[in-house]
């Protein structure tokens, strides 16, 4: 019988990603209802200082493929890797971190399995079984923007039950563990040979208005058509040091350049501040925008969505801010 | 070379709201387009087609109406068009439509590289891509950001991609599928003389009669994960209003702004 909440502590370096800890949370809750164990299933070049931190997180059990090779940007390999290491452990459920490379792998370890896969969950809820004896999970995640939440479950012949979990969901578990965890290195795991090969890893050019670097980020929104308002935005940003996101209608009108459109899933950024004008849907969808030190929106409708993600909301017309701030730069 | 492109049909736009007593979706405009990250999967196959020569066919799981969307890619230069559609395939979650995918790219023939988008608009899981290449058996790579494929007489393709700051270069072996990511070229806008050639062409059909999959395999039965509701999310302003004159709140924001930058 399938028994324990596995996270996977994805590891690119010696130490699995930050959100682990935040996965360690998650399983916790989960643990409380079910008893069941929490398992880490770590798959790295060389193991030693990820079975610590974890022991230091206060996990169970650690299941480690120790692979001898890097694995990043080698999906293939790993997605062969996954399924295998998890049937041996038999988990009831899987929580993966909702990164560009853990969505990748896993959606490839998913199609091998014949399991299903739930993407972005923001809440997890543990529901008894009533038909047997047991636990389910409820997945709930966004859809549609944030405009719908769906409930998700896994059907128990698919199982385990997978889902990938967002950032900053559930809060990092602290380092404090006394390392008593029970570790199984799975050395009997095949590691096959992939068919991507690394030829080379440059560093990013910082090209002055590549959004995905800039530090400062000012994003336009529908709003922000119309009059002066996106001139004066453009020189509130130059003065500021920042760079100059649009929404969909503006990269559509050919306002911004389409590698500067936010609010679409898929395109990274890695803001400390971030301010918008004239946005009122859910740009927070882009990932990292939600990492943002400082978020402020200026919106003139009260009501818009995005005061709901902002710290600071401004309710007030962005052309009389705009001029006022710039009148003070 | 022959090139396939996975595309979808998705809403227009993302306005929906839900009824509060049903819970079922209502939709404000039940107007389809292409999913926008697969306009830059079709740029760069047609783009591959201009340099090196290739055959690209352009594929969708999707109700009758998803045939506007091929139209489009078809007058975006593609040069064959596949609509993958039957009533058993409705309600598939990503693996059940994966399965549905790689098998019509099989009926369908070899090929040497697959594209799709690197997420849709509507689901935004980004998974379908990865599961369709485990499920053919060769390697993926997601959220590239250019091709080449100069060396594809040898068998391999580069591609690369943006990770952690860094600009990565891959090489990897044919056949292959690689999801683009959205925003990564600059799609071509369609002429009227290939919308009208576009709109004469005769695309395939494939139903299950082609595919000949278990039902149990395929739409809401074969999915492993099911929707069981759907709710409106809570709408909790968290954020602090900042008030006062237009020149009261440009000084706090200001404030706020320096404050932050003399954090780091």
Do not use: W
Request: charged share 25%; net charge negative; with cysteine.
């Amino acid at each position: 019988m399938r028994c324990g909440v596995c996270i996977y502590a994805e590891c690119h370096g010696k130490l699995p990603e930050p959100m682990t800890a935040e996965l360690v949370t998650a399983a916790r809750l989960i643990k409380r209802t079910t008893g069941e164990a929490i398992q880490a299933l770590v798959i790295a070049e060389n193991c030693v200082e990820a079975l610590g931190y974890l022991e230091r997180l206060g996990v169970d059990e650690i299941y480690a493929v120790d692979t001898k090779q890097s694995c990043l940007f080698k999906d293939d390999l790993l997605g062969f890797v996954i399924r295998d290491a998890l049937e041996r452990i038999k988990p009831s459920a899987v929580l993966i971190p909702a990164g560009i490379t853990a969505r990748s792998v896993f959606s490839r370890a998913a199609a091998l399995m014949g399991a299903g896969l739930t993407a972005d969950c923001t809440e997890l809820i543990v529901v008894k079984n009533e038909a047997r004896e047991g636990y389910y999970l409820k997945q709930n995640k966004p859809s549609f923007g944030d405009n719908v939440m769906v409930s998700i479950i896994t059907k128990e012949r698919h199982y385990p039950q997978m889902m990938t979990i967002r950032q900053g969901v559930y809060p990092a578990c602290p380092e404090n563990g006394r390392g008593v965890a029970k570790v199984f290195l799975l050395d009997d795991i095949e590691i096959p040979e992939s068919k991507i090969e690394i030829l080379e890893t440059t560093l990013c050019e910082r090209v002055g208005d590549d959004i995905s670097a800039a530090r400062i980020l000012c994003v336009a929104g529908r709003g922000s058509l119309g009059g002066e308002k996106l001139a004066l935005l453009r020189e509130f940003a130059a003065k500021i040091g920042g760079v100059v996101a649009g929404t969909r209608p503006l990269a559509d009108e050919g306002i911004i350049a389409f590698e500067n459109q936010i609010g679409q899933t898929g395109k990274t950024v890695r803001p400390k501040i971030c301010i918008s004008f004239g946005v009122s849907g859910a740009i927070q969808h882009t990932e990292g925008i939600k990492d943002a030190k400082l978020f402020i929106a200026v919106n003139n409708d009260e009501n818009a969505a995005i005061f709901n993600v902002a710290d600071y909301g401004v309710t007030a017309d962005m052309e009389d801010i705009l001029r006022a701030v710039l009148s003070m730069l | 070379m022959n090139i396939a492109i996975c595309i979808k049909h998705v809403p227009v736009s993302n306005d929906v709201s839900v009824d509060p007593v049903t819970h079922a979706l209502i939709r404000e405009n039940t107007e389809g387009m292409v999913n926008p990250a697969d306009l830059n999967s079709i740029e760069q196959g047609v783009c591959l087609k201009d340099r090196h020569g290739a055959d690209v066919v352009v594929f969708t799981m999707g109700p009758p109406d998803a045939e506007k969307s091929l139209r489009t890619a078809l007058s975006m230069g593609c040069d064959d068009a596949v609509l993958v559609s039957d009533r058993c395939f409705a309600g598939a979650d990503t693996v059940a439509t994966a399965k549905v995918l790689a098998a019509a790219l099989r009926h369908r023939g070899d090929f040497d590289l697959i594209l799709t988008g690197a997420q849709t608009a509507d689901g935004a899981t980004g998974q379908v891509g990865p599961m369709v290449a485990a499920l053919l058996g060769i390697p993926h790579i997601s959220d590239a950001r250019s091709l080449d494929c100069g060396n594809y007489a040898e068998g391999r393709i580069e591609a690369s991609k943006q990770f952690g700051g860094n600009t990565i270069r891959l090489a990897v072996a044919c056949p292959v599928l690689v999801s683009m990511s959205f925003g990564c070229n600059k799609p071509r806008f369609p002429t009227l003389r290939s919308k009208l050639t576009a709109n004469k062409k005769e695309l395939t059909v494939y139903t299950n009669d082609d595919l000949d999959l278990p039902r149990s395999e395929v739409g809401l039965d074969g999915s492993p994960t099911v929707v069981i509701d759907s709710f409106a999310p809570e709408r909790n302003s968290k954020a602090e209003y900042i008030s006062g004159s237009a020149k009261e709140i440009a000084r706090r924001i200001l404030d706020l702004v320096n404050g932050e930058e003399a954090n780091s």
